[in-house]
């Protein structure tokens, strides 16, 4: 039985959904903790009426060691999201933005040891050209290394450490579970990591305008809920590091929506690096189209000979 969505085509639509979280968020005017806590919060309000409707069951049925992972993972999600927000306060978003996009390299190992799964040389040449991308968009502020730079590019690494478990646990995991329980219980863990950190620095999570709650609404719904809720959708059907990689597309159109949309105009590094990644990231996913097409093949081929008419 053939699946209804194209993952590949589904992997671009929620990284189109993704590259709108930017404009969402500057639009908010609200603090990074607020911003990340209540794109959570509204992410699980979403999806608790879709969950509601197939079922309570698929809650329930979980087990405990799957439910220690999910929770697991949603620390995982949650630390990238804060060590992210951290890194900005010391170091340039091209900078944050060059070394979290080291995340496809840490997925592509970590899969490879734990997941055994084989990296085609289509990923393996989309992943050196995410990386290059990266580094070429950030290359005017990693030129200038500080004490104080140091310090948020090391917290920038850890995010994309922590994005990269958050994949890789994902993949495995997604293989269990039903895709809208797993998101339930993910988005819920990492919202309460999110909470404590911020209560932890004392920052208060209030919304100050209702505009503010429409962009967070929207943040949530269209960014969160769909559209990271897609990868990890996708995660059953493809691998760890290529749906990492889709997701390094999505801070390239972040640029275009917010020069179209609030007036900012991006670095010739930004528009030159971001083209290279794209570049990579089509060229990966024409790999997993080529072995989806495979698969199908196969799948068609094995239908036709256990079907009885065809004996």
Partial sequence: MRRSINPATALWFG?????????????SGEPP????????????????????????DQLSTINRT?????????VFFGLHLV??????????????????????VFVAIGASIFLRERIDLHVKIGIACAVIGGMIVGS????????????????ALTSAFMISLYFVAGRALRQHLDII?????VYSSSMIVVAVISLGFHVPLIISTSKSLLHLL??????????HGIYNWALKYVNASTVSLVMLASPVAETVWVYFFLGQIPA??????????????????????EKEQEADTAADLCEFSHNPRNS
């Fill in 66 to 74: 799957h439910l220690v992972w999910c929770l697991l993972v949603g």
């Fill in 181 to 185: 329980p797993y998101l339930v219980v």
């Fill in 268 to 289: 010739i590094t930004s528009i030159i690096g971001g083209v290279i990644v794209i570049i990579g990231t089509a060229l990966a996913m024409t790999g997993e189209k």
């Fill in 15 to 27: 990284a189109l959904c993704t590259s709108f979280a930017a404009t969402f968020i500057i639009a």
């Fill in 218 to 227: 929207a943040l949530g719904l269209i960014s969160t809920a769909i559209g």
């Fill in 83 to 104: 060590t992210y927000i951290a890194s900005l306060a010391y170091t340039s978003v091209a900078s944050a933005g060059a070394l979290v996009s080291l995340q496809p």
């Fill in 140 to 155: 005017g502020d990693l030129v200038t290394v500080t004490r104080t730079a140091l310090l948020g590019d090391f917290l």
């Fill in 33 to 56: 903790f607020v911003v990340a806590f209540y794109r959570l919060l509204f992410a699980v309000a979403f999806l608790l009426p879709v969950a509601a409707v197939r079922g309570w």
